[in-house]
């Protein structure tokens, strides 16, 4: 790094300073910033319609039959599956899902682990 704060970043990293944050002060941002955190209102029609449960790992739907479900009951009109796959992407990891590779027909698939139809 170049000029004056090429040097503080040189100097305190010898000093033995780091870029994370102390387990403390991760705590106190993530409690701050999710204060400013929006739901995502598909999030409700995805719990009304999806049993979630992240424990139950035998259990899996990929990202296209929820978008075909959320779609035939209208919660979901327009925008691109791309976007629509995003959102669920979202809403499942915030809910404690997980991606898994698994085999269909011989084919690998992506899914989310701890959703399935009610």
Not at 46 to 52: A, E, M, P
Not at 59 to 68: D, L
Request: charged share 25%; glycine share 8%.
């Amino acid at each position: 790094m170049t000029g004056q704060g090429g040097r503080f970043h040189r100097t305190t990293h010898k000093a033995g300073e780091t870029w994370e944050l102390d387990p403390e002060i991760q705590k106190q941002m993530v409690e701050i910033n999710s204060r400013y955190e929006v739901d995502d209102p598909l999030q409700y029609d995805i719990i009304s319609l999806f049993n979630v449960n992240p424990e139950e790992h035998n259990k899996t739907m990929a990202t296209a039959q929820i978008i075909h479900e959320l779609r035939n009951v209208d919660a979901i009109v327009g925008g691109s599956d791309q976007q629509i796959a995003v959102r669920i992407a979202n809403i499942l990891q915030k809910l404690g899902c997980e991606k898994a590779n698994i085999r269909v027909n011989g084919h690998g698939t992506r899914v989310w682990r701890g959703v399935s139809q009610k």
